[in-house]
C-alpha cells in the first residue's frame, strides 16, 4: 500500500489547484467519411422491450451482421444487437459516443436505456449516443455449453473453497465446465473475445458512416476501449475509462480476479462505517457500536454459515458462507446496495427468520450467460494449467484477505481451457492521441485503484486521470461524485481536460 500511496501523491492533485488549468482535444468530428472494409448501413427500429428497464422514447434498436472469425470475412456470420439515442439537439452534436457495459457479460441495449438520458442531458446533446451487445449478450447471437445447472449459481461459477480451504470440489468443476464447452460450445463460444468485441466495434464505427468515434468504457468496457483505441488510434475522438483495472497483457482478466481481494479490502471500511452509524438504529441496521466490530461480525457468520447453513425464502437454495460472502462483493459496488446487504446479515443472525436471497444469489444463471462469462475471459489469454499452485495461492490469500477466502486466485475453468493460439492481448502504451480521460475511485471493490495506476501509467501522456473520494465501482453518472461527473461531461462536451491529474473529494 505504501507504494500505491506514493504513485498516488504523485499522480494526482486537488481539483481546485486544476479548476483553471484545462487542456482541449480534439476538433468536430460529424459528417466525416468512413473508412475500412465497406459495411451494410444499420436499419433501424423500435427496440423490444426490457424488462424491469424502460427503454426511453426515441431509442432505436437494429442488428449488424459479423463475420464469426474476423480472419475468414467471407465465412459464417453472427449477429451483434445495436441501439442508439440520437441526440435531441441536432445543432450541438458532435458525433458519436459509443458506450461500452462492463461484465463481460454486460448489455449495451440496456445500459443506454438506463443511462441514456441522463447521459444525454449531461453531455448537452453533443453525441448520438450508440451502444451494443456483444457477441454473446442479449439481443445477439448467443451460445451454452450445455453446463449442469448446479455449476452455474454465481458461487459456484465464481470459486469460492470451501469452509476448510479446500479447492478440491473447485478443480473438479472447473474441469467439468471446460470440457463441457470444448465438447458442445463450438466455434461461436470460442470467438467469446475482447479482440472480436474490439474488431465487431470497429464494423458498427463503420456501418454508422463515422470516421471517428468517442467512447465511454466502464469496468470490463473500459479495457475494451483502451484496446480499441490501442489498435485503431485514428479512429477515436475522446477516450472517457471508468473504473479501469489492470491492462497486463500477460494476465488481464486472471489479474483483475486476483486484484478483488485487495479491492475489498479496500473497500470494506466503507461499509463497517455505515454500519455502525448510530443513524441505522432507526433503521434497524446498526451491525455494531463500532465499525472496527463489524469485519469480526460478518467473518463469525459466515463460518456459522459454512457449519450450518440457513433456510432461506428459496426452496433447495439456502444461505451458506459463500453466499453471504459473495453478497458482499456484490454489495461493495455501491452504498446503495449496503442496506439490503445488512437486513441479509440481520435476518441470517435471527434464529426464527427466513433470509430473502439477493435475486442474483436465488437461482442459477441462464447457461448462455455462464458461457459467456467464462468463456471471454478463458479465450483472451492463457491461464496457469492446474497444479499444486492453486493450493498455495488460496491459502495465503485466505489469511491476507478473509472477507474474500481465497476466491480470487482460486482455480477456474480457464486453468483447462482449450486456449486459442491468437496473439496475446494487445499491449496498451502511451503511443497514440492524448485523449484519454480516466476516472477512478480510490476504493474499487472491483477493479482497484493500483490497477488503475497500471493503466495509467501504460498510457503516459495520452491520459489524465481524475480519482475521486466516493467508494465503488463505476463513477461517471454512477456514485454520486458531482466532481468527477462534471469532469468527464466537460471533456465530452468541450475536449477540456485537467492539465495534471486531479481529484475530486467527496
Not at 487542456?23 to 424488462?51: E, F, N, Q, Y
Not at 445500459?111 to 449478450?137: C, F, I, M, N, S
Not at 466495434?201 to 463503420?206: K, N, T, V, W
Not at 441505522?280 to 447453513?309: H, K, N, S, Y
Amino acid at each position: 500500500m505504501t507504494t500505491w500511496t506514493r504513485k498516488a501523491l504523485l499522480l494526482t492533485v486537488s481539483a481546485a489547484a486544476a479548476a483553471g488549468t484545462l487542456t482541449a482535444v480534439g476538433a468536430p468530428v460529424a459528417h466525416s467519411r468512413p473508412t475500412g472494409p465497406a459495411t451494410p448501413p444499420l436499419a433501424w427500429g423500435p427496440c423490444a422491450p426490457i424488462p424491469g428497464t424502460p427503454v426511453p422514447a426515441g431509442q432505436q434498436c437494429a442488428t449488424l451482421r459479423v463475420p464469426l472469425d474476423h480472419r475468414a470475412p467471407d465465412g459464417r456470420t453472427v449477429d451483434v444487437a445495436v441501439t442508439r439515442l440520437r441526440t435531441d439537439r441536432p445543432e450541438a452534436r458532435r458525433g458519436t459516443l459509443l458506450v461500452l457495459a462492463g461484465g463481460p457479460g454486460g448489455s449495451g441495449v440496456q445500459r443506454l436505456a438506463q443511462k441514456g438520458e441522463a447521459l444525454r442531458a449531461a453531455t448537452e446533446g453533443a453525441y448520438d449516443l450508440v451502444g451494443l451487445d456483444p457477441r454473446g449478450v442479449g439481443g445477439s447471437t448467443r451460445a451454452g455449453c450445455g453446463i449442469p445447472e448446479a455449476d452455474r449459481h454465481l458461487v459456484t461459477l465464481r470459486s469460492w473453497p470451501a469452509a476448510d480451504g479446500s479447492i478440491t470440489e473447485n478443480t473438479e468443476r472447473a474441469r467439468r465446465t471446460a470440457a463441457a464447452c470444448a465438447r458442445d460450445g463450438g466455434p461461436v463460444v470460442r470467438s467469446f473475445s475482447t479482440r472480436n468485441q474490439v474488431r465487431d466495434m470497429d464494423r458498427l464505427r463503420a456501418a454508422l458512416g463515422e470516421r471517428k468515434v468517442s467512447v465511454w468504457g466502464s469496468s470490463y468496457g473500459s479495457y475494451v476501449g483502451a484496446v480499441y483505441a490501442q489498435e485503431h488510434r485514428d479512429r477515436v475522438d475522446r477516450l472517457v475509462l471508468d473504473s479501469t483495472g489492470d491492462p497486463d497483457p500477460a494476465r488481464v482478466a486472471y489479474g483483475w480476479l486476483a486484484n478483488a481481494a485487495p479491492g475489498a479490502a479496500d473497500r470494506f471500511p466503507d461499509f463497517t462505517a455505515w454500519a455502525a452509524d448510530p443513524a441505522r438504529d432507526a433503521e434497524g441496521l446498526r451491525l455494531a457500536r463500532r465499525a472496527e466490530d463489524v469485519q469480526p461480525l460478518f467473518l463469525a457468520l459466515a463460518g456459522e454459515l459454512d457449519r450450518a447453513p440457513k433456510e432461506s425464502d428459496v426452496p433447495g437454495v439456502p444461505l451458506t458462507g459463500n453466499r453471504l460472502r459473495q453478497a458482499l462483493q456484490n454489495a461493495l459496488h455501491s452504498d446503495t446496495a449496503f442496506a439490503p446487504l445488512a437486513r441479509l446479515i440481520r435476518s441470517a443472525q435471527d434464529p426464527e427468520g427466513r433470509s430473502v436471497l439477493p435475486p442474483e444469489l436465488a437461482g442459477a444463471l441462464p447457461d448462455e450467460d455462464a458461457a459467456l462469462t467464462m468463456a471471454v475471459v478463458c479465450n483472451d489469454v492463457r491461464w496457469p494449467g492446474p497444479g499444486p499452485g492453486y493450493a498455495r495461492r488460496v491459502a495465503a490469500d485466505r489469511a491476507r484477505y478473509p472477507l474474500t477466502a481465497g476466491m480470487p486466485v482460486n482455480i477456474t475453468p480457464c486453468a483447462f481451457w482449450k486456449y486459442d493460439e491468437e496473439p496475446r492481448p494487445t499491449r496498451i502504451t502511451a503511443e497514440g492521441p492524448s485523449n484519454v480521460l480516466m476516472i477512478q475511485s480510490l476504493r474499487d471493490p472491483a477493479t482497484p485503484y493500483s490497477g488503475a495506476l497500471t493503466m495509467r501509467a501504460a498510457l503516459g501522456e495520452r491520459a489524465r486521470m481524475v480519482t475521486v473520494g466516493q467508494g465503488g465501482h463505476g463513477m461517471y453518472l454512477g456514485n454520486g461524485n458531482a466532481c468527477g461527473d462534471r469532469m468527464v461531461s466537460d471533456f465530452l462536451v468541450t475536449g477540456k481536460r485537467p492539465a495534471r491529474d486531479t481529484h475530486c473529494p467527496n
